[in-house]
């Protein structure tokens, strides 16, 4: 008779009898997780554009791939297609109030990631020029809040 192997870990992804619901991190990746999707989002920031004005934006990616990631953004609610031609029917892609909200997360990503870069340039603040900073703000207590002070803030 064997003995059970008692250093062995239960995996709860690997048992689809463990029920969990998905972090908040993981509810935005399923929404808008790869590359091409953010680059479309980043592509529309300055207004609605054309099938063919968004693959101008994006380079390298792909008729079928953009086709694909524009419907799933549509169904998620975050870009709308608003035709703007019968026949053929061509529409105008442009982000909705979600796909705003989305930009301004992008945007701090972006500021973020730039600042690996030898040749990094904060975002700066267009009346002034003083760089940005990005944090957390209440807007019923208008102050910053730090990250310890944010209830939920390490739920990701």
Known sequence: MT????TRTIDPMADPAIQRDPSPLEAALERVGDRWSL??????LDGPRRF?????AVPGIAPNILTDRLRRLERQRIVVATPYQQRPPRMSYGLTVDGHDL?????MLADWGSRGTPDADP???GLCGTPL??????PTCEVA???PDADGARTL
């Open 3 to 6: 003995s059970p192997d008692l």
């Open 39 to 44: 680059l479309i989002v980043e592509a529309l």
């Open 52 to 56: 063919n004005e968004v693959a101008l």
């Open 103 to 107: 930009a301004s997360v992008l945007r």
């Open 123 to 125: 975002t700066r603040h």
């Open 133 to 138: 900073e990005m944090r957390w703000y209440c």
């Open 145 to 147: 809040v730090e990250d």
